[in-house]
């Protein structure tokens, strides 16, 4: 079941480590009363918005919904990911994520982000 409370940002970030401050919009996967899986929104530019994943697995329906929240509902050009994880990495590139760059002790001394970016003409769910 697709939630969107509070408890999918507190979720996230005790999984990636770090404190997710609104404002923020949320989407969560809910089992057995349990938050095992969920993106956090925020950053919003217009044409761009900040994601933030953790848990899973995710279906094919709440990655569409993740899809037609940012890109049909908010309407933006493109999303991005900042993750040192590689199996994070490999998802985004089969999500037709490219890579963009790296953030320098992002997620502190010696752990570098990689930065992915998914542009709306690449996005095939």
Known sequence: ???TDERVARFVGERCETI???PYTVM???RNGEIVAGVVFNNYTKNDIEVTVAGGPFTRGFISAVGK??????GCLRMSITTEKP???R????????????KRNHFGKGRDGTVL?????DWNY
């Open 1 to 3: 079941m697709i939630v």
């Open 28 to 30: 969560g996967i809910e």
């Open 69 to 74: 929240y940012v890109f049909e509902q908010i």
């Open 20 to 22: 997710i401050c609104p």
């Open 87 to 89: 199996e994070v990495i």
């Open 117 to 121: 970016g998914i542009l709306r003409e």
């Open 91 to 102: 998802i985004a590139h089969r999500l037709a994520a490219q890579t963009e760059g790296t």
